[in-house]
């Protein structure tokens, strides 16, 4: 068993948490995940509105006795959501575990940490990790370059940033990004981490709620497979390489580049939601990692992670032996 500060913290199996994933971080994902012994996440703007995201918590809570979290993520959208709104069901749903990520999270920080909340934030910086840290944050979720959707605009890989925040911080970090093996995990626990979060991976599970057709995309999916957009709105996004995708880019490179408002319709969230539920992948705009290459097939979230841990007991237990004398 891999114990660690994040499983002692949040009382799970596994050092794994399932990312806020946009569209797929739906109840039966996360009780699945919870169910497996990680931490399951529910993704707040998912739901349209805060009583869908009450309702999605109670789902949650009959599909899992397990503990798992909500995902508020702050970035620039197309409509303003109500995040206090979201923030205020999920406390008076019984949450007690929150994903916050983007920009400044303070006042939902503060707020959660009121109810006696734990927080994860993810960011993808040192100099971000350490501000939220002073908010009291209890885990920092340092996502590197690899990662799906919004990674910054600094481009460092995990490998560096893990080693750096070794050296820098005070408190319990997870790796995020690139991670969809045991090996990964153990790599991460070696480079200080308390667990991972992982995103890509999940989706091509039997419980993650996209088309099948996605899915079978994935697996033949290589780690050249995703590009990054919204480059130049400094809002850079890695999401699958597709026609849409390839599209924002081609406007993006035009000389002055784009205005949002000539990107929003191929880019808008909705449009992205229907590749999931049509399985057509060039529907819209999806977000993927570059764990895209590591992942060759749709197994359960209980084979999965079992297989994970696995793979990462082996791996530390392989290392150990390298030491002599
Ligand atoms: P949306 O339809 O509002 O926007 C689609 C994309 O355009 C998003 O990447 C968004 O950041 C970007 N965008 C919107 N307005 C912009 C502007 N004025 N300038 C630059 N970029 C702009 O997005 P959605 O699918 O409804 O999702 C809601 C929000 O939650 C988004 O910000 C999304 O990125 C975020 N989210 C991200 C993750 C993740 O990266 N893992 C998970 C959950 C939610």
């Known amino acids: 068993m891999l114990v660690t500060a ?29 169910n497996s012994g990680g931490l399951g996440i529910l993704t707040a703007l998912t739901q349209p509105d805060p009583n869908a995201l009450r309702l999605a ?3 949650t809570r009959k599909l899992t006795p397990k503990p798992f979290g909500v995902n508020i993520t702050l970035l620039p959208t197309i409509n303003p959501p109500d995040y206090e709104g979201y923030a205020r069901a999920a406390l008076e749903e019984g949450v007690m575990i929150f994903e916050t990520a983007g920009n400044n999270p303070a006042h939902l920080v503060k707020s959660f940490k009121d109810h006696g909340c734990i927080v994860i934030h993810k960011c993808t910086n040192i100099r971000h990790a350490k501000s939220a840290a002073r908010l009291g944050v209890d885990v920092l979720s340092i996502d590197g370059f690899e990662c799906a959707g919004h990674g910054g605009e600094e481009d460092i890989g995990g490998l560096v940033l893990l080693a750096k925040a070794a050296q820098e911080l005070d408190i319990p970090y997870i790796a995020s990004g690139g991670i ?3 090996r990964g995990l153990a790599a991460a626990l070696a480079l200080g981490a308390a667990g991972a979060n992982i995103g890509t991976r999940f989706l091509c599970t039997v419980e993650s709620p996209i088309h099948q057709s996605i899915k079978d995309k994935i697996v033949a999916s290589k ?41 929003r319709d191929l880019v808008s969230g909705q449009r992205g939601r229907r590749v999931f539920e ?7 705009i999806w977000s993927a990692g570059v764990a895209l290459g ?31 004398g």
């Open 223 to 263: 780690e050249q497979d995703t590009v990054h957009i919204f480059r130049t709105l400094r809002n850079t996004a890695r999401v699958y390489r597709n026609t849409v995708s390839e599209q924002v880019i081609a406007l993006e490179s035009l000389p002055g580049g784009a205005r949002f408002d000539e990107l």
């Open 180 to 182: 969809a093996t045991g």
């Open 6 to 34: 994040l499983t002692k913290l949040l009382n799970i199996r596994i050092p794994i948490i399932q990312g806020g994933m946009q569209w797929v971080g739906l109840p039966q994902l996360a009780a699945a995940v919870s």
């Open 294 to 324: 590591l992942i060759n097939d749709c197994p359960t979230c209980e084979e999965l992670l079992r297989r994970m841990e696995r793979e990462a007991e082996e791996a530390i237990k392989g290392m150990a032996e390298l030491v002599q």
């Open 278 to 284: 049509t399985g057509d992948p060039d529907y819209g």
């Open 57 to 59: 918590i109670r789902e």
